[in-house]
């Protein structure tokens, strides 16, 4: 069995995760979860005028998935919707210093979640807009 080696940046945001937690009344919030591994992300955003002024996420995983979700949220923090849809598993990954082969599959949740979390954005976005359209007909 091979040893996986961390990067000192991956083993930094495991042992110091930035942004745990949740947001009240998020703009957008994304559910993920690998069967394979148990790994489960939860990643809140808050957006103001196209920019994400705030993460935070809940993981249920392995070291890699935690740091993986810490870096995500340090990534697209000041992030406009566009930029942020631009950061990849693999820029989280680098962001990381690398992670082991066995552990991309953290950085693609990681990615998986932003995508859903800014999809639910737009989905809630236009829902307050048709409720906003009925009341003032």
Do not use: W
């Amino acid at each position: 069995m091979q040893k996986e080696s961390y990067s000192e940046k991956v083993m930094e945001h495991f042992l110091n995760p930035r942004n745990v937690g949740e947001i009240p009344d998020p703009s957008g919030i994304g559910n993920v979860g690998n069967p394979v591994c148990g790994d489960v992300l939860r990643l809140y955003i808050k957006i103001e005028n196209g920019v994400i002024v705030d993460a935070k996420f809940k993981t249920f995983g392995c070291g890699a998935a935690i740091a993986t979700s810490s870096m995500v949220t340090e990534l697209i923090k000041g992030k406009t919707i566009e930029e942020a849809l631009e950061i990849s598993n693999r820029t989280v990954a680098e962001a990381l210093g690398g992670l082991p082969p066995v552990k991309m599959h953290c950085s693609v949740l990681a990615e998986q979640a932003l995508k859903a979390a800014i999809e639910d954005y737009y989905k809630r976005k236009a829902l307050k807009d048709v409720d906003k359209k009925n009341l003032t007909q």
